[in-house]
């Protein structure tokens, strides 16, 4: 089954310990890219990724950190999480840059205290 | 950057009625997509539709690109169909999204 599985789905944690998120998709997707979820604000893109070792921010992209070392996974890390960071994550993946629909994984709900 | 109006910003339906929601973009754009967000939080590509007409049993989809609008139509809703819809466009390489119409469908 074609899909994008992120991992927590929930993580309540503390102010400066250091999280990551991982992100995977079975599609053979060029493109991938996190977005943050915020009551009131929408939807934003935090980070995305046109390729493997291709990275570039998005319109958050403060306090955040993304890697693409394999095609299929696309981490998200917060090196120092702050209580502005409690947010619903999501990642997704499209055939390529602007082509085909995106998917989205199941989110993943953090809470920093 | 590209900015993304939706509307209705909340639609209360009654089981069987059609509805027209709307999403009216600043710019051109490479593509544009139609998302329902259920109320468990997941997001689901409904459509994919840059330009033209689709149809997807009681959805469809209509983009006018020339015009800068998209229409997406839900006919004989169902409870089911409650949750959030989010229009979003791509332009150069961001995926810009609308603030959503909330759906709540009656019994």
């Known amino acids: 089954e074609a899909q994008v599985t992120q991992n927590p789905r929930y993580l309540i944690t503390v102010t400066g310990k250091k999280l990551t998120v991982t992100c995977s998709q079975n599609?053979?997707?060029?493109?991938m890219s996190w977005y943050r979820q915020d009551p009131g604000l929408g939807l934003r893109q935090i980070y995305y990724?046109?390729?493997?070792?291709?990275?570039d921010k998005g319109d958050v992209p403060e306090g955040y950190k993304v890697s693409r070392k394999e095609k299929r996974n696309f981490p998200l890390i917060l090196e120092s999480p702050s209580p502005n960071q409690t947010s619903l994550y999501f990642c997704?993946?499209?055939?390529?840059?602007?082509?085909?629909?995106?998917?989205f994984g199941d989110g993943t709900r953090l809470s920093i205290l | 950057g590209i900015q993304v109006e939706q509307s209705p910003p909340d639609l209360i339906l009654q089981e069987g009625a059609n509805s027209t929601l709307r999403c009216n973009f600043s710019?051109?754009?490479?593509?544009l997509q139609w998302f329902h967000q259920n109320p468990w939080g997941q997001l689901i590509n409904l459509f994919y539709?840059?330009?033209g007409t689709k149809q997807n049993g009681r959805l469809s989809a209509t983009t006018v690109a020339t015009e800068r609008y998209s229409l997406l139509y839900i006919s004989s809703s169902q409870t089911t169909d409650s949750g959030v819809y989010f229009c979003?466009?791509?332009?150069?390489?961001?995926?810009?999204f609308g603030e959503g119409t909330q759906l709540t469908v009656n019994p």
């Open positions: 990724s046109m390729n493997v070792e291709v990275t």
């Open positions: 539709i840059p330009s």
């Open positions: 599609m053979n997707h060029e493109y």
């Open positions: 710019d051109s754009v490479n593509n």
């Open positions: 997704a993946s499209s055939p390529g840059q602007g082509v085909g629909p995106q998917h």
């Open positions: 979003a466009v791509t332009s150069g390489s961001r995926l810009t």
